[in-house]
């Protein structure tokens, strides 16, 4: 992990770490989602579905993936999160005001926009939570293919929002996309939730008591009812950000460094892919106009396209013209705009939202990937256009203070 400037020696989170190589975790994933339609529409497609509807002991593959392999995604969400709030760039009120703001605009506006399309069926409206996610993957993907055209803050300002939306998210699916509950279970859950409260305030440094409590946080959570992987982001929670009261001084050591940089290459390059590369198919072979327009398709799209536009530039321009944030040291409007509509790729989180919302419903999935493929892709050919042609901020002219050699 890099580390932070002058003579502050703690360690910057791995998601501005993240900045650097982002294209190549995003593109890893549009790799997985386009082989994933290719094989979907090939004669292999019915090999693909059988394989992901296989059972492998009390689930299907896709549910192992859904429902197991995600917790670890989670879990790394969760750790960013807590990292980000206590020691970076959330860490004080002053900087989530505009990032925060514009996550709410962000996630507001494009479930208005669903539901407008979605009010008189009450079916697809339950998927309202869709296109109120964004996909910090692909969308710092566009960022880094820009290079040196976007500034700095413009990143770290999408990486802060996008960190809010997933905690947006991850409320959301744990309040509105939960089955029947268990008593029994959430009391277990709750019990292990506790023993990994009482691990942090021991001052157990040790990952080993974490993860292992973790792994019986995820069974319990998965028979409650809540959907199993909220059980990553709470043990994230848990996880000390303090180091060894040996090592005072060696933030790197912390446990929650050491499981955030475990984790990050792992989530990038091969638990992301293979949600991505299980979810992304869908045969086009019955694709219709109908299919193209239907409410729940378009509500999707559009909700993605034009209510995180709206949502997130809108919000964000409105808190600047108040006066409560600045905008992004060396940013323009423009720049502002153009990073709104890269909000509205919505993959990964939108897609996982989408197979909760319908879960029983193979059709209604169809129409919910196609609606986030379509609205993602034009929302990032759109805002990798507008970042393309906006103009850069003109640094203010240098003014020669010297005084002039015969005054001297």
């Known amino acids: 992990m890099a580390m932070a400037a002058g003579h502050?020696?703690?360690?910057?989170?791995?998601?501005?770490?993240?900045l650097d190589n982002s294209a190549s975790g995003g593109l890893v994933?549009?790799?997985?989602?386009?082989?994933?339609?290719?094989?979907?529409?090939s004669p292999l497609g019915p090999s693909y579905f059988g394989a992901l509807n296989a059972y492998l002991g009390p689930l299907s593959v896709l549910h192992w993936i859904n429902d197991a392999l995600m917790v670890v995604f989670f879990l790394l969400v969760g750790l960013e999160i807590k990292r980000e709030v206590l020691d970076g760039q959330l860490a004080t009120w002053s900087r989530r005001i505009l990032p925060g703001v514009a996550a709410a605009g962000g996630m507001v506006f494009p479930a208005l926009i669903f539901a407008a399309f979605n009010w008189n069926d009450p079916n697809t409206l339950r998927g309202w939570a869709i296109p109120a996610a964004t996909d910090i993957a692909f969308a710092l993907g566009v960022l880094a293919l820009l290079?040196?055209?976007?500034?700095?803050?413009?990143?770290?300002?999408?990486?802060?929002?996008?960190?809010?939306?997933d905690?947006?998210?991850?409320?959301?699916?744990?309040l509105f996309y939960t089955g029947d509950l268990s008593t029994l279970n959430l009391g277990l859950a709750a019990a292990v939730v506790a023993a990994l409260v009482i691990l942090n305030r021991m001052g157990v440094v040790r990952l080993l008591p974490y993860l292992l409590l973790g792994a019986a946080l995820w069974y319990f959570v998965l028979r409650s009812g809540v959907h199993a992987t909220i059980a990553g982001v709470v043990l994230a929670f848990t996880i000390p950000l303090q180091p060894a009261p040996a090592k005072p001084d060696d933030m790197h050591g912390s446990p929650l460094h050491r499981l955030e940089h475990g984790l990050h290459y792992w989530v990038a390059f091969l638990v992301i892919p293979i949600f991505g590369f299980a979810n992304a198919g869908v045969s086009l072979s019955g694709l219709t106009m109908d299919a193209l327009t239907d409410h729940l398709t378009l509500g999707v799209a559009l909700?993605?396209?034009?209510?995180?536009?709206?949502?997130?530039?809108?919000?964000?321009?409105?808190?600047?013209?108040?006066?409560?944030?600045?905008?992004?040291?060396?940013?323009t409007k423009m720049q502002i705009l153009g990073v709104s509509l890269l909000c509205g790729i919505g993959f990964t989180m939108s897609l996982f939202i989408g197979m909760l919302a319908f879960a029983n419903d193979p059709v209604l999935q169809d129409e919910v990937k196609i609606g986030i493929l379509f609205g993602s892709i034009l929302a990032?050919?759109?805002g990798w256009a507008v970042l393309r042609i906006a103009p850069r901020e003109i640094p203010a002219p240098q003014v020669d203070v010297r005084v002039p050699r015969a005054a001297e």
């Open 167 to 174: 905690l947006g998210a991850v409320i959301i699916i744990a």
């Open 380 to 382: 990032g050919i759109a």
């Open 147 to 165: 290079g040196s055209r976007v500034p700095t803050s413009l990143k770290v300002f999408l990486t802060a929002l996008a960190i809010i939306d």
């Open 29 to 41: 994933l549009m790799a997985a989602a386009a082989l994933a339609l290719v094989i979907a529409n």
């Open 303 to 331: 909700g993605l396209l034009l209510g995180k536009v709206i949502g997130v530039f809108g919000s964000a321009a409105l808190t600047i013209r108040l006066g409560f944030a600045d905008v992004p040291m060396g940013a």
């Open 8 to 18: 502050d020696n703690r360690p910057v989170s791995m998601l501005r770490a993240f």
